[in-house]
Each structure stands twice: as C-alpha cells, then as structure tokens.
C-alpha cells in the first residue's frame, strides 16, 4: 500500500503534470505557461503566510483554553501541505493546493484527525486507570523517590 502510493507520488504525478504543463503550453503558449506557474507559487506563499498564521493562532488559542487542538494541528497540516503543493511547479498539485486552502476541506481533515486521537489524561483527577497492554502500574515500593529536581521543573 505504502509503496504503491510512493510510487504514484514519485512517478505517476510528475508524468501527469508534464502532460497538463504540454497541454496547456499548446494551447496558451509556453511563455504564459510559464508566468502561469511562478504566479500560482506566489499566490501560493502568500495564502501560507496568511492561513498559515491563522492556523497556528488557532492552534494556540486551544492549547491556552485547555482543549486538545487535534482539529487545529489537522488545519495546520492541511495548511502547510496546501503551501508545498502550491510551491512545487504544476497545474495538479495546484488545483490539490488549493482546494486544501478551502476552509470547509481543511475543517474536514482537523475533524478526521480528531476522531483519531485519543487522550488520557493523568494525574490524580484523571479517574480510574484502564488496564492495557502498554500499561505499566506501579506500587509504592516499586520505585524510589529522589530530592535531585528536574531543570525542567519549576523549583518548589
């Protein structure tokens, strides 16, 4: 699976995109061809900078609220995807870039993502502890305490 679509990335894309780029330098000529490409990776920085900055301040804003920014990291991705694609020459991964601009697209990936992350919160309000294969409970006696603090802890 992983392969195949390796394989479509690599190879299947840019075979495609000299295809259109042929197609539409027949049919506009080469040199606005050209002027059509630098544009769209123009328009493209710009948009990232734009969304870009928008994402990450929604990002932020969910983090300092407390709430898990699983639907904002997906915006975020979908943002910095869009740009890649508008940066990268060609009229396919253009229109991909794009369309990854729009608003009701990129809420729809973050809400995809969400629906894929669990979290467990810790901590003594955390609630009782489900049993798992990847957890590990430990007694009292199983571990030590040491006085030596963290330097990424704030000193009591």
Known sequence: MIRSALFVLLVAVPIAEIAVFLV???A????????????????????LKRQGVSALTRLKADMDAGRVPAGAIGQAVA??????????PGFITDAIGFL????????AIGRRMASGIKV??????????????RTIDLDADD????????????PR
């Open 120 to 133: 467990h919160q810790a901590g003594p309000s955390a609630g009782p502890r489900q049993r798992g294969a």
């Open 79 to 88: 943002v910095a995807v869009a740009g890649v694609l508008l940066l990268t």
């Open 143 to 154: 571990y030590q305490r040491q006085d030596d603090p963290s330097p990424w802890q704030e």
């Open 28 to 47: 506009i000529g080469t040199l606005p061809t050209i002027a059509l490409i630098i544009l769209t990776a123009l328009l493209g920085a710009t948009l």
């Open 100 to 107: 990854l601009f729009v608003p009701g697209v990129r809420s």
């Open 24 to 26: 539409v330098g027949g």
